[in-house]
């Protein structure tokens, strides 16, 4: 798409700094980083943000091989023990998936308890993973039951 930012990004008509390319993929050092070395990985054809809109299992198979290769990349060179993805894509229009290196945790895996509580009634343009309150059984059961009726 001609007007797509990360489109004329792959076709370096707007300069980036990129730390992996192979064929199909593409990945480069986010401009606008909200933690050190926030990376963005996306496919070097152009497909609107919603990955769950694809519907092609060899392409999300690719991807997610693509995108573990940057992990890879990230964790020895950062020397951190986890990366987490986010693919909401609310921003530029072209699928990526944005990689944070999560900074300070433990090499070992442990169970960890943040001691804010946030709830969204709806998208605040990003994306938080801190729980709230716990949910009764009925409560969820409730959801459950309405989700079920709709498929
Ligand atoms: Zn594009």
């Known amino acids: 798409m ?3 930012i990360f489109c004329k990004i792959i076709s370096w008509e ?4 990129k730390i992996r390319e192979d064929d199909t993929f593409f990945a480069i050092l986010d401009v606008f980083p909200n933690t050190k070395w926030m990376t963005l990985v996306m496919p070097k054809t152009h497909y609107d943000s919603d990955l769950f809109e694809i519907n092609d299992n060899e392409f999300y198979a690719q991807y997610l091989s693509a995108v573990q290769k940057v992990v890879n990349i990230l964790k020895k060179w950062l020397k951190v023990n986890r990366i987490a993805m986010v693919t909401e894509g609310t921003w ?3 699928l990526h998936a944005k990689l944070y290196p999560l900074h300070g945790i433990w090499p070992e895996w442990a169970a960890h308890e ?3 509580e946030i709830y969204f009634n709806q998208y605040e343009w990003y994306v938080s993973t801190q729980i709230w309150a716990k949910a009764t059984p009925d409560q969820l059961q409730k959801i459950a039951d309405e989700i079920l009726n709709i498929i």
């Not at 707007?14 to 700094?17: E, F, G, M, R």
């Open 92 to 94: 530029v229009n072209h």
């Open 114 to 116: 943040t001691k804010k």
């Open 2 to 4: 001609s007007d797509c």
């Open 14 to 17: 707007i300069p980036s700094t």
